[in-house]
């Protein structure tokens, strides 16, 4: 794990380094919130500034780029690109989600790391990639499970992109644990468990602690269930608990 952590950390080096020395925006494959983490926590260091993009807000998986915007003087342009995956004859689908439209790529031996988020609306998926394997996707993506399917480039469309609805939840306080505990209906000691074993992302940060508080626009990551951002204290209950509202994802 520290090796890892120590080769990725020195890729991270390699590519501020080169952006500095060539004067031209550098980039990785996708990473996850994990690896996001180690960057955020050494990009002090590093001799180019880093920034990240997945495609859109809320983004999980996400590209690191680094080059200085304000030397070179215009904005990074990401290498990635969003595909749409959809039923060839959309009557005789069946349900797809998420998870079919991951197997299937991975099936296809795809390495993960090309791939960003993968996002889901009505049984077809808008996949974000990075630019060099897209072509690649689209002429031999073509069914998921048991459905025929037709990819191509393609805008992902507004619904998928908007953040989703406010809803409230009630809590005893706004730390972390409480949050993760009404947002995905976990008691405590459960929702501390994903601490424990480092799963608790904000903003691209791994949370060090359940009992921060996080800031309004703060969106966290727990592995394993999903994400929300945090909206702030919408009010107080007449037994003292607390409404606080969020957009899940």
């Known amino acids: 794990m520290e090796e890892a952590l120590r080769l990725l950390q020195n890729r991270f080096s390699e590519l501020a380094a080169r ?23 050494m990009e002090r260091s590093l001799e180019a500034p880093a920034a990240l993009s997945g495609g859109f807000e809320g983004a999980e998986r996400r ?13 990074p342009v ?24 991951l197997g299937a790529l ?11 988020d993968i996002l889901v609306q009505d049984r077809t998926g808008w996949l974000f990639c990075l ?15 048991r459905t025929t399917v037709v990819c191509a480039p393609s805008a992902p469309p507004e619904a998928a992109l908007r953040l ?24 405590r000691s459960r929702s501390k468990e994903y601490f424990d074993r480092e799963l608790v992302f904000v903003n691209g940060r791994l949370a060090d602690s359940p009992s921060r508080v996080p800031q309004q626009g703060d969106v966290i990551s727990v592995r394993g269930l999903g994400r929300f951002r945090y909206e702030g204290l919408s009010r107080e209950t007449r037994k003292g608990r607390l409404r606080v509202t969020v957009r899940i994802w």
């Not at 990401?78 to 439209?101: E, N, Q, S, V």
């Not at 989703?164 to 972390?176: G, K």
């Open 19 to 41: 952006a500095a020395r060539q004067n031209r925006y550098t980039f990785t494959a996708f990473l996850t919130p994990a690896e996001q983490d180690a960057l955020l926590r």
């Open 63 to 75: 590209l690191a780029c680094f080059g200085d915007e304000a030397a070179l003087g215009y904005p």
């Open 78 to 101: 990401f290498p990635l690109c969003c595909l749409r995956i959809a039923p060839a004859a959309h009557k005789f689908a069946t349900g797809i989600g998420h998870r079919d439209f």
């Open 106 to 116: 991975m099936a296809l031996g795809v390495k993960r790391e090309t791939l960003g």
């Open 131 to 145: 630019e060099e394997i897209a072509p690649w996707i689209c002429e031999n993506l073509t069914s998921v499970g």
């Open 164 to 187: 989703p609805e406010p809803q409230e939840v009630v809590v005893s306080s706004e730390r972390l644990d409480g949050l993760i505990s009404a947002v995905w209906a976990l008691s």
